[in-house]
């Protein structure tokens, strides 16, 4: 398996944007769909965006689309999520997760790497 850590999570006003950054290290990372998943406080952890391995497919949570953006370096062994036109309701722990050898997925039994969350909180 893939070993991934998130960084770049924080505080922001409304509007406002921050990026994370999620570094895998272990197996082949090219060969793995990244995804960004969240959790709010008392809420059940959800889809947010996620990234095949050639960065062909690109694939978003409705309530991000337009906002956010999914990319990766595989030279590096990075995926980023860029947060624009953030919202109070986009506070959350994000959580870099990795599926491997899969095309576009978006459920969390598909992936099985997860990292350990960085907290994002937006303040209105």
């Known amino acids: 398996q893939v070993q991934l850590v998130e960084y770049g999570g924080g505080l922001a006003q409304a509007g406002g944007s921050l990026r994370l950054s999620c570094a895998a290290s272990?197996?082949?990372?090219?060969?793995?769909?990244m995804g960004w998943f969240r959790q709010a406080p008392g809420k059940e952890r959800e889809f947010v965006a996620a990234?095949?391995?050639?960065?062909?497919?690109?694939v978003y949570a409705d309530s991000v689309k337009g906002r956010f953006t999914v990319s990766r370096d595989n030279a590096k062994n990075t995926a980023d999520l860029q947060m624009n036109s953030l919202k109070p309701e986009d506070t959350a722990v994000y959580y870099c997760?990795?599926?491997?050898?899969?095309?576009?997925?978006?459920?969390?039994?598909?992936?099985?790497?997860w990292g350990q969350g960085t907290q994002v909180t937006v303040s209105p």
């Open positions: 272990g197996r082949t990372f090219v060969t793995y769909t």
């Open positions: 990234i095949t391995w050639r960065g062909g497919r690109i």
């Open positions: 997760a990795a599926a491997y050898n899969k095309g576009v997925v978006t459920g969390q039994a598909d992936f099985g790497s």
